[in-house]
């Protein structure tokens, strides 16, 4: 019967390897669920019902995400990256890595590498052109960011299936958020620099005939909101005041864009209502896929992997959960949110801490980017005018090496 208790889950698994929509997936394994454990339409509508408000209730990564995409939309992120081209003065590598530091910020505060991949990648490609190691370091800097960002659907679902509070979970991992951040930047600024490459001509858009002065206030925008993500909870706890909250840095954010770019009023408000569409649309669909999955856990299917798991030896409980949900998010990539509700569920029941599941969750962000059908790939592919297939095949080498440190953080540390 246990054995039975497991087929709901291996058909999603199944269906999500085979590129199936992650519904239509999480749809099949609920009615063998069904039909498993007896479970009758009232159940499964009560959890279809509770499982979608409960992930849009998750509102500050939807403002944050939200704004960001408005800086985005402004040319806050094209307006610092001309800045480095013209302050490197033809050290091309250090442009590669700005590129990185770049992407690694814009997708931290708005918590979706796609997006910020398809707004940087065609940037990275004009100033620098095809370098592996900087399709890699961007990938790598893009799993490291949305899977431990205060803004992601990744970490409103680590903290939602865990139980705390998001910015717990943000603050466990900033320290190896920065860690892999910075090994990016490394791998993105030596990568370069050995391939002797100079820059690409420049562009003849807008922002090249703008003055450095220009394109400085054009960048403040994304600086203040940079700043107000991830120092604004330091500066509160300093001053004893909320002074930097989502309503508070919305506001700020909305008049510098308005009074620093060339947006109206209306059009800054416009841009972050249209950014907030990405992550609300996913954060649905999610959540009817996470009611899915609730009606295959009423029939114990989570608590039977995980009485399985607890045979393993303690020590590599952790890294065996990590590697595990690497190689889940090679083939089904496209869904990590979905892959999370399906890995974290039994990492909860042996008890792991916040740490531990930030690994497992980076985990699957890490296989994620070896993925022929994740968004960030595909804007990566599209950005550098490259098959799909030769961006995998230059990410598995510098992202298998990373995964290898994973492993063995998670090993020592969790």
């Not at 943000?170 to 791998?187: E, N």
């Not at 700043?227 to 840095?249: D, K, M, Q, S």
């Not at 290898?404 to 998670?410: N, R, W």
């Amino acid at each position: 019967m246990a054995i039975i208790t497991i087929v709901p889950l291996i058909v999603v698994l199944t269906l999500l390897f085979l590129k199936v929509d992650m519904i239509i997936a999480g749809l099949a394994g609920g009615v063998l669920a069904m039909i498993i454990g007896g479970i009758g339409l009232g159940e499964v509508n009560k959890q279809f019902l509770e499982a979608i408000p409960t992930m849009l209730t998750i509102t500050v990564p939807i403002v944050n995400s939200a704004i960001a995409m408005a800086v985005f939309k402004s040319g806050g992120y094209t307006a610092a990256l001309m800045l480095a081209k013209r302050g490197t003065k033809g050290k091309v590598e250090y442009v590669s890595a700005f590129i990185v530091i770049l992407l690694a910020a814009a997708t931290y505060m708005s918590g979706i590498g796609g997006g910020s991949a398809m707004v940087i990648a065609p940037l990275a490609f004009a100033a620098v052109g095809v370098v592996p190691e900087l399709i890699a370091a961007m990938s790598l800097a893009a799993a490291a960011s949305f899977t431990t960002s205060p803004a992601s659907l990744e970490s409103s679902i680590v903290s939602k299936l865990g139980g705390f509070p998001i910015s717990e979970y943000v603050s466990t991992m900033r320290p190896y958020w920065l860690l892999f951040v910075v090994v990016a930047i490394l791998l993105a600024f030596f990568g370069t620099k050995r391939r002797h490459m100079g820059f690409k001509e420049e562009a003849s858009d807008e922002y090249a005939q703008l003055s450095n002065a220009q394109l400085v206030k054009i960048t403040l925008p994304a600086i203040f909101l940079l700043f107000a993500v991830i120092l604004g909870p330091v500066v509160n706890n300093l001053v004893g005041i909320e002074i930097f909250t989502p309503l508070v840095y919305m506001v700020v954010t909305l008049a510098l864009i308005f009074f620093c770019t060339k947006f109206n009023l209306n059009e800054s408000v416009e841009a972050m209502i249209d950014g907030s569409t990405y992550i609300l649309t996913r954060l649905f669909q999610v959540g009817i896929f996470l009611g899915f999955i609730n009606v295959i856990a009423q029939t114990g299917t989570f608590a039977v992997i995980a009485s399985v798991a607890e045979l393993a030896p303690a020590a590599v409980v952790v890294p065996v959960a990590v590697l595990t949900g690497i190689l889940i998010g090679i083939p089904a990539g496209a869904y990590v949110g979905s892959i999370l509700t399906l890995v974290l569920p039994v990492a909860i029941s042996l008890g792991f801490s916040p740490l531990a599941l930030g690994f497992v969750t980076i985990g699957v962000g890490m296989g994620s980017q070896m993925s022929f059908v994740n968004i960030t790939m595909q804007a990566l592919s599209s950005g550098f005018d490259l098959p799909i297939l030769d961006i995998v095949k230059g990410n598995v080498k510098w992202i298998s090496l990373a995964s290898v440190l994973l492993l063995v953080l998670s090993l020592v540390f969790a």
